[in-house]
């Protein structure tokens, strides 16, 4: 298994730009969740979703938009790329939600806007 | 709303070296918290979970121990080796609204050779 899976593994935008970092995880997990870490901070929930179909805000969701049309992906894209939204994103996974099991990582994606 | 401290946020210790991270937390009422390791340029290894109900977990060289009344855990590592060098995550799921885990910033660990 390859596990959670994501791409690109770094980009460069400029201020108003868009794009989806997409994210795949290959263990039959329903739980999904999308979380941004910024430079000495601890992640931030950003949107989560509990399966396909099902979507929900986290933390900070602002200037995000996310969809789960099946089991296996769930992409986060970014309509209008802001110097705030810098930051490391990190996809996880996992079977139940997070009262019960761990969630599994990505490796994350590295995004600059400029 | 819960918020998570880690203390300290750096450590750096001679290679062999028993030691412990701190982590503590506002809000009794968690569910579990876990430890997670985490390798430059990579994403999060979970290393231990400890539900509620349970006082400590162990894996290894690592102890995990949870006192939610106090609102604390430590995360004890025995006879430090240099490839335990990372940075350790405490993370806390309270439930409630967003199923999401909620983390400190973190203690970047170097051991010395």
């Known amino acids: 298994n390859a596990g959670v899976t994501q791409t690109p593994k770094f980009r460069i935008l400029k201020i108003g730009q868009s794009m989806t970092l997409q994210c795949t995880q290959d263990?039959?997990?329903?739980?999904m969740y999308w979380y941004r870490q910024d430079p000495g901070m601890g992640l931030k929930l950003i949107y989560y979703?509990?399966?396909?179909?099902?979507?929900d805000k986290g933390e900070v969701p602002n200037g995000y938009n996310v969809s789960r049309s099946t089991t296996e992906d769930f992409p986060l894209r970014l309509e209008l790329a802001a110097p705030s939204q810098t930051s490391v994103y990190f996809c996880?996974?996992?079977?139940?939600?997070?009262?019960?099991?761990?969630?599994?990582f990505g490796p994350g994606t590295r995004l600059l806007v400029l | 709303k819960q918020e998570v401290t880690q203390i300290p946020a750096a450590l750096s210790v001679p290679e062999g070296e028993n030691l412990v991270l701190n982590c503590s937390f506002t809000?009794?009422?968690?569910?579990?918290l876990q430890w997670f390791r985490q390798d430059p340029g990579k994403g999060l290894t979970s290393l231990l979970l400890?539900?509620?109900?349970?006082r400590e977990q162990t894996s290894g060289r690592l102890n995990a121990s949870l006192d939610k009344s106090s609102g604390r855990s430590t995360l004890y590592i025995a006879a430090s080796q240099p490839g335990d060098s990372a940075t350790y995550l405490c993370?806390?799921?309270?439930?409630?609204?967003?199923?999401?885990?909620?983390f400190g910033k973190g203690t970047h660990l170097i051991i010395q050779p």
């Open positions: 993370a806390v799921y309270s439930g409630g609204g967003a199923d999401g885990l909620t």
């Open positions: 996880a996974s996992s079977l139940v939600g997070s009262g019960s099991q761990t969630q599994y």
């Open positions: 263990m039959n997990h329903n739980y």
């Open positions: 979703s509990v399966g396909a179909g099902i979507t």
């Open positions: 809000d009794s009422a968690i569910y579990n």
């Open positions: 400890i539900q509620s109900s349970q």
